[in-house]
């Protein structure tokens, strides 16, 4: 989709929609707790139908109204399941250890991106454990049933590998030990998971790199509501750094979302040049890149995982700023944004099938008016985006 969004200032209300790296997290906790739960707060975007597709997968029976999302059990599988999980590296990464725990063998099939960006922490872990691998562009398929154990993971690649040993190992027989080997990035949403599990009714216990699990615990069936999301608040409160006037309704001034931290971000990129640290909240990098092009220039750290997302964010995000008259120095772990000067008016730029990108570039084409080509690609965390974006006065249409 390609729209043409006219330069305007944004005001309003509006309600930031529920966090995502909640929503997968609860959703997965009901799902095993194998009974009737409720989890309110499921929008319909990409990432969760490819999570509740592969709830379907594990043979748990759902029916989801509007944002709410009820389950009903099932028999949890036991046997060879294909699980979907389209673009989701949430969902691949948090299903491959939950199959394995419950079965002996699964496949899993993604987009081409989903695929190449790796599993390599697994199967580190899977071939100590005699699990195998095969891959293919668009296909895992594992061989072989997870076993209690201690499992010394590298922290520096992603917190999502962690994230599914922690959903996984409560199910197993005995207990096991999560070692972490290196510094851990994303700590925070390390953090989200067990506080995700604990509200189901598992135990786990957390000292600095080890975490404990004991084996054979149950999920408990709860009904739980969705926290708002400061991943994608940052892209409407964004706007007020604009010079717009917009309040973002509901976030929870005391979230462990590490995201939250973009509202000081912002409050920096605004009054200074400042060196800011992506290392813990990667997903700000798009627009936080954004604001400082159109403020005063900043230097980013810790910039090394946006290259394994969506997109290769610092680079993507280097072309479109450039585009406008911007400049933007890309190195291996850190990024130089500097201020644009002179900046280009109607230019058409680029979503590289990157919602975050897709979100971050609107906010600057407000300003000055231009296009956005392949803007569907915000389905995958916030479908009703532009909608939202109009309601706050910020005008837009499609271009057919």
């Not at 190449?116 to 398929?141: A, D, L, M």
């Not at 803007?375 to 706050?392: A, I, M, N």
């Amino acid at each position: 989709m390609k729209i043409k969004i006219n330069k305007g200032i944004a005001v309003g209300e509006i309600k930031a929609p529920p966090s995502k790296s909640y929503a997968h997290r609860l959703l997965i906790g009901a799902a095993l707790a194998n009974g009737e739960s409720k989890i309110d707060g499921i929008i319909d975007s990409d990432d969760m139908r490819a999570t509740l597709s592969c709830i379907s997968s594990l043979g748990v029976k759902y029916e989801k109204k509007g944002e709410e999302v009820s389950f009903f059990g099932g028999e949890l599988v036991s046997s060879h399941r294909v699980f979907s999980a389209n673009e989701s590296g949430s969902t691949l990464r948090f299903f491959i250890p939950i199959a394995l725990a419950l079965g002996d063998s699964a496949t899993f099939i993604g987009t081409e991106r989903l695929i190449s960006r790796g599993i390599e922490v697994y199967e580190e872990i899977f071939e100590k454990q005699g699990i195998t691998v095969k891959k293919s562009k668009t296909e895992i398929e594992l061989n072989g049933k997870l076993k209690a154990d201690t499992f010394y993971v590298r922290g520096n690649v992603s917190s999502q590998f962690i994230s599914g040993l922690i959903f996984a190992l409560p199910l197993l027989d005995d207990d096991s030990k999560i070692v972490i080997t290196t510094e851990l990035e994303s700590e925070a949403y390390v953090d989200i998971t067990i506080d995700a599990v604990k509200q189901l009714g598992i135990e786990i216990t957390r000292k600095e790199n080890e975490i404990f699990v004991k084996g054979n615990q149950k999920y408990t069936p709860k009904n739980l509501s969705v926290e708002a999301d400061a991943s994608n608040a940052a892209f409407l409160d964004a706007f007020n750094i604009l010079g717009g006037d917009v309040s973002v309704l509901g976030l929870n001034d005391k979230t462990l979302q590490p995201d939250y931290i973009y509202k000081s971000y912002f409050e920096r990129i605004n009054d200074t040049v400042p060196t800011l640290s992506l290392a813990s909240c990667p997903d700000l990098g798009p627009i936080t890149f954004a604001l400082a092009a159109l403020k005063n220039g900043a230097h980013f750290v810790g910039t090394k995982r946006l290259k394994i997302k969506e997109s290769d964010r610092a680079t993507a995000m280097a072309r479109e700023l450039e585009a406008l008259g911007g400049k933007v120095t890309v190195n291996e772990n850190d990024v130089t944004v500097s201020k644009i000067e002179n900046i280009k008016e109607n230019q058409t730029l680029l979503c590289h099938n990157d919602h975050r990108i897709a979100m971050s570039l609107a906010c600057v084409l407000s300003t000055v008016g231009g296009t956005l080509d392949g803007c569907e690609c915000v389905k995958k965390s916030y479908p009703h985006f532009f909608d939202d974006l109009r309601q706050l006065g910020i005008d837009w249409e499609e271009i057919i």
